[in-house]
């Protein structure tokens, strides 16, 4: 199965829909993307814009989702941004918090923007 992303005039994902390998011909990414944008904008419009997006993030960074942004100049989706302080990792085009979490894996923590810090989910004794 072939995913693809339709997005608005600003660059923002409305909607993924999945389209069958037999509508692009079982072609690979990047051929399949111009067969698969044709069938989308003959089901939805031919004024939308789609985009050919992978689901194990193969190209174009993330799997888009509804909310992303598609920026042309990385070729990539990136996700909404959490938090202001965080920062968009270019190689990865994911949002990093200003310091890393805590990573414990016997805790779980919260991002508490107005401290800039990672916060501790304390649990409560029964």
Not at 65 to 93: H, K, T
Request: proline share 8%; glycine share 6%.
């Amino acid at each position: 199965m072939a995913h693809f992303a339709q997005i608005d005039e600003t660059g923002v994902v409305i909607q993924v829909i999945v389209v069958s390998n037999s509508e692009i011909n079982d072609l690979p990414f990047p051929e399949s993307e111009p067969i698969g944008v044709a069938f989308c904008q003959l089901l939805f419009g031919a004024d939308t814009y789609w985009f050919q997006t992978s689901y194990s993030a193969n190209f174009r960074k993330n799997y888009a989702g509804a909310g992303f942004s598609y920026d042309a100049g990385r070729d990539a989706f990136i996700p909404p941004q959490p938090y202001p302080s965080w920062v968009l990792n270019e190689s990865s085009c994911q949002w990093e918090a200003p310091i890393p979490y805590p990573g414990d894996k016997e805790h779980f923590y919260y991002w508490d923007e107005a401290a800039l810090t990672w916060v501790l989910i304390v649990e409560e004794a029964n």
